[in-house]
């Protein structure tokens, strides 16, 4: 009720923080990027469930509505910063390694992290003093959700068998799954050309992914819309490996043979491959862009470090946080079992599913937003 209102002030507060922030540092915002806010949201949110839970259990002990707000805002405190802190590990490890994209999730990761601790803490605590002052009503719950979830009981570790076989069952078909099938790699992990190529007229993208196939001696490339019905992105793995100075002439030939016949008007080889000037000079290629094998193995081996660093020093806090061991080594087997049923998931269905499945770095810097949040839990 009245605390939700706040909280959401707090939460537009947060966004609007987190704007301000990437503005002044004139931060280009990208998808990665808006992946980083919408997780700092949810982050967010949860911090104001743990303040006001533990808030609703002090009115239910039997204390006063001004103490229970002191006591539950300070023992919420703890898991609040314990979660925010194993997270921000999360996102200094993405930008030192990352690169890109990968550092725009970085950066609008740790900045909302930031700003949602001031927000969800510093403003609502503010927020309820003032309205104390005033003698305003202030209500944590309404008739219907005053005691939800406040006498549960359900006996977790009595179903464990159950989950054991579920979970064993899941990981031995992702183990099956990743040692025969893999994972679709994208061309930052194994080298690739990507070209924008406009039209005159919208295109179908599985059409001119079939045609392409066939041009590309059945390297299926990915095809996909690129902003506008007439604009897509070709993304190819064909001739990679050969470094041959006629590469790039060989498959822009092959490009255009495939993709002239989806022209409403027909169109020259040398208006669609170059930026000449004249009246198609907004058709065919507008950019092209080539990622080699070297540069994809550096990528890929900065990708193995960030998820391995990120796993060790969320083991090392969780271990020196809760002073055992014990503790940190059950919470990485968590983030492993979480992480190896994804993987296997994107190896089992990579090549059945409508829509792209491929293992690229906004995938890397997804694997460790599951790794963050896993250990909140």
């Not at 919208?202 to 019905?229: M, Q, Y």
């Not at 470094?243 to 498959?251: N, Q, R």
């Amino acid at each position: 009720n009245r605390a939700g209102v706040v909280a959401n002030v707090a939460l537009i507060t947060n966004i609007f923080f987190l704007f301000g922030v990437l503005a002044s540092l004139g931060a280009v915002l990208t998808l990665p990027g808006m992946a980083g806010i919408v997780l700092t949201l949810g982050m967010a949110v949860d911090a104001n469930v743990i303040i006001y839970e533990r808030i609703k259990e002090e009115v239910r002990a039997g204390k006063g509505l001004q103490l229970a707000i002191v006591d539950g805002y300070k023992n919420a405190y703890s898991a609040i910063i314990d979660g925010n802190v194993t997270t921000l590990l999360t996102g200094i490890v993405l930008y030192v390694f990352g690169t890109g994209p990968v550092q725009g999730f970085a950066t609008t990761l740790i900045i909302g992290i930031l700003s949602s601790l001031f927000t969800a803490i510093f403003i609502t605590r503010m927020t309820f003093t003032w309205m104390q002052k005033k003698n305003m009503p202030i209500t944590f719950s309404n008739s219907k959700t005053a005691n939800f979830l406040a006498n549960t009981k359900f006996n977790f570790l009595g179903a464990r068998k159950k989950a054991y076989m579920f979970s064993g069952a899941l990981i031995l078909m992702s183990l099956i799954s990743l040692f025969t099938l893999g994972l679709n790699f994208g061309i930052d992990f194994t080298g690739g050309r990507t070209y924008i190529v406009r039209f005159d007229k919208d295109v179908n993208t599985t059409e001119v992914r079939k045609t392409l196939t066939d041009e590309f001696e059945n390297v299926a490339p990915e095809v996909k819309t690129f902003g506008s019905s007439n604009q897509i992105k070709v993304t190819t793995k064909y001739l990679i490996e050969n470094d041959g100075t006629e590469v790039d002439s060989i498959i822009q030939t092959r490009l255009y043979s495939g993709l002239k016949e989806y022209y409403k008007n027909s169109i020259e080889y040398q208006d669609f491959s170059s930026d000449t000037e004249g009246e198609n000079k907004l058709l065919g290629i507008l950019s092209s862009q080539k990622i080699g094998p070297t540069i994809a193995d550096d990528i890929r081996d900065k990708a193995l470090m960030a998820i391995s660093f990120a796993l060790l020093i969320i083991f090392a806090y969780i271990a020196l946080r809760f002073r055992k061991w014990q503790f940190g080594l059950a919470g990485v087997a968590a983030l492993f079992h979480d992480t190896l049923i994804t993987l296997g998931m994107f190896s089992v269905f990579y090549s059945i599913m409508p829509f792209n499945m491929e293992v690229d770095q906004a995938f890397i810097a997804a694997i460790l937003t599951i790794i963050g949040y896993s250990i909140n839990d």
